[in-house]
């Protein structure tokens, strides 16, 4: 994207001046940006058009309010010109642009076992119960998609990342969805939710408070979702990070039980429906990752990784199945 046209427009935007515009990882669908403005750093997040509707951003930006009404933190949502979302056209192509408070807090840095540790396990648990508390608590319904039943991209990104997949993969997740949605949905267990909580969507305080951001894939689904995506990344990355802890798996899961228990209750068929939840995150790393790696160019533990998901999807195998067991045993 080019940057100095962004600039001249944001300057036009907010009557203001704009300098040192640097681009960020801005996920799957977004460009994102960090600039500064009357002497503040702010964060600008660029969505095309075709991928959101106005009124799902405006659902999203209800979500953050009413997360934040509640007590969890999350990044201020900027207006200009009293709009919180305004459009652009950069390089001929027209975004929904919405503007954030910059956090100066860090994202948690897992090689660091003074950060890495059981008490933020805890709370990373329970700062997810709190959200889907919330959610079960509230009257006001927030109109964003079923993520199980969004066959057009709205907020599910995989039917298009399926497009050019081998029949097999397909299989796995029509099979995958059919076993999810066998499930009942009642206030307790299914609402609105983060949908994409890995530790690379939070900050951390040094209190070990966390501080929620990217909500662009907000959207119904079962609570255990959310349990789920960060289960599985702090898994890999811990184990990655860590392999002389050989305890840490049972260790995260239960200090990050225990903190989600302390809002909310958790079921056996819960952690049978986490199994499902983390094998369809298997699933869509395996699409994304053979979409948008360059094959020529991966290094060996992308190419490890990618036959890793393959093995473990053709297997039918449920990713840390064995700990959720042991877990479910000593504790449910």
């Known amino acids: 994207m080019n940057i100095l046209e962004l600039t ?4 036009i935007l907010s009557e203001s001046e704009i300098s040192e515009v640097v681009k960020l990882e801005g996920g799957f669908q977004n460009h994102v940006f960090s600039f500064q403005m009357e002497n503040r750093r702010y964060i600008a997040r660029l969505t095309p058009i075709q991928k959101r509707s106005i009124a799902h951003i405006e659902a999203e930006l209800a979500f953050i309010n009413s997360v934040k009404l509640n007590q969890i933190k999350t990044p201020e949502i900027i207006t200009i010109k009293e709009e919180r979302i305004s ?11 919405t503007v954030f408070q910059f956090i100066d807090d860090k994202q948690i840095n897992v090689a ?3 950060q890495w540790n059981a008490p933020f396990f805890y709370e990373w648990g329970k700062t997810i119960a709190q959200i889907h ?3 079960e608590d509230s009257k006001i319904m927030i109109q964003r998609p079923n993520w199980l039943e969004d066959r057009v991209g709205e907020v599910n990104p995989i039917p298009s990342l399926l497009t050019e997949s081998e ?3 397909k299989d796995i997740y029509e099979n995958l969805l059919v076993k999810l949605t066998s499930y009942p949905r009642t206030k307790h267990n299914f609402g609105l939710i983060h949908h994409d909580l890995h530790q690379g969507n939070f900050f951390v305080t040094s209190s ?3 501080i929620l951001f990217d909500f662009d894939d907000c959207a119904y689904n079962y609570y255990v979702q959310d349990l789920a995506t960060s289960i ?3 898994l890999w990355t811990g184990c990655s990070f860590h392999p002389q802890w050989s305890d840490f798996k049972q260790e995260f899961l239960k200090h990050f039980f225990s903190g989600y228990r302390s809002v909310k209750p958790l079921t056996k068929d819960d952690l049978i429906q986490i199994g499902l939840f983390l094998q369809l995150r298997e699933l869509f790393l395996y699409v994304l990752f053979n979409k948008s790696w360059v094959t020529a160019d991966l290094a060996e533990w992308q190419t490890e990784k990618i036959v890793e998901l393959e093995n473990s999807l053709r297997a039918n195998k449920i990713p840390y199945e064995q700990e959720l067991r042991d877990f479910a045993e000593r504790n449910l």
């Not at 001249?8 to 300057?11: N, P």
């Not at 459009?87 to 642009?97: A, Q």
Request: without cysteine.
């Open 8 to 11: 001249t427009k944001l300057s």
């Open 87 to 97: 459009t652009l056209k950069i390089d001929n192509e027209r975004f929904w642009l």
């Open 112 to 114: 660091n076992l003074t």
């Open 133 to 135: 508390q919330i959610n």
């Open 167 to 169: 029949k097999w993969v």
């Open 208 to 210: 070990n408070q966390l």
């Open 232 to 234: 599985y990344h702090a």
